[in-house]
């Protein structure tokens, strides 16, 4: 593998790739790898000639800087995971290498609804921070393809959306979600939970089960207002717990039983943010 931290030189060296007609298939990460990560590195070798996986903490991303100061870093066995894997390049950057000119007049995206609701509304800034970074990585990295979690389900929407603003010809495959024996997503935060509430966390994979199997054509709001219910009495502190249309996360009252649905969560353990998904059927 090969270890790449300036924007420029890994441009030029992907640039002569494609030009030679290799497809580029392109993970980005905040690194503190899981098998979560690697499901994707293995959808990339699967589907393309070179593949490269990028590593940064982007600060934009955050709303919060103390989840920015906490973020789990473990480059050493990250590097060491990705070689295992048999990623082509890695590319590292710097701050100052994403963002040459600074921080403050970074662009802005016209999300629409995408950014008022979920993750937009809990999470102000968060998806304009998402796409300051993937316009630039994109920009920097000539993709064919790119792979992404759905564990991240709103994340994908949205960056569907910013290939579309960008004119940007990079298919974007949503790859689903690995979880640990006892359901819980991985994730990198997951890290930052002590024993006890490594345990309880499981509990949300568990309500979005529940949550898939009893919905019926009807009202969903009960459904969701039990599974909320019964997070927040097992000591979670609720951001959202909601049913909504998969296709574009308008929430709905009534189901008619057949428009594909997604059930989201997110909650906090302590000071830990976890979110998880489940698509309905
Ligand atoms: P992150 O490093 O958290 O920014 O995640 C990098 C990519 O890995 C994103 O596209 C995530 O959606 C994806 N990802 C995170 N957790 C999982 C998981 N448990 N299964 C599959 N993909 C994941």
Request: with cysteine.
């Amino acid at each position: 593998m090969i270890l790449i931290k300036r924007a420029t030189a890994i441009y030029k060296e992907l640039r002569a790739l494609a030009q030679q007609k290799r497809t580029i298939g392109f993970v980005p990460t905040m690194g503190a790898l899981h098998d979560g990560h690697l499901s994707l590195m293995a959808a990339a070798k699967q589907h393309n000639d070179i593949t490269v996986c990028s590593i940064f903490v982007n600060p934009t991303q955050f709303n919060d800087p103390k989840d920015f100061e906490k973020y789990p870093i473990t480059l050493e066995k990250d590097i060491e995971i990705l070689e295992k894997a048999g990623m082509d390049f890695l590319f590292l950057p710097e701050v100052t290498d994403i963002y040459s000119n600074g921080v403050d007049q970074l662009p802005n995206y016209d999300l629409g609804y995408l950014e008022t609701i979920f993750e937009g509304k809990y999470r102000p800034g968060h998806f304009q921070g998402v796409c300051q970074v993937m316009n630039r990585l994109l920009e920097i990295i000539p993709a064919d393809d790119l792979f992404m979690g759905q564990k991240d389900f709103q994340q994908c929407m949205v960056v569907k959306k910013l290939l579309q603003i960008m004119d940007c010809k990079t298919r974007l495959h949503t790859c689903e979600t690995l979880r640990e024996a006892d359901g819980l997503a991985m994730s990198s935060r997951n890290m930052r939970l002590n024993e006890e509430e490594r345990k309880k966390a499981s509990q949300i994979a568990e309500v979005l089960g529940r949550i898939k199997k009893t919905v019926n054509a009807g009202p969903l709001l009960p459904i969701s207002v039990a599974a909320e219910d019964s997070l927040s009495s097992n000591g979670f502190n609720v951001d959202y717990v909601a049913i909504a249309a998969a296709d574009n996360l308008e929430v709905l009252d009534e189901w008619d039983g057949k428009r594909p649905l997604v059930a989201l969560v997110a909650a906090f353990l302590n000071n830990v943010r976890l979110i998880d998904n489940m698509l309905i059927p």
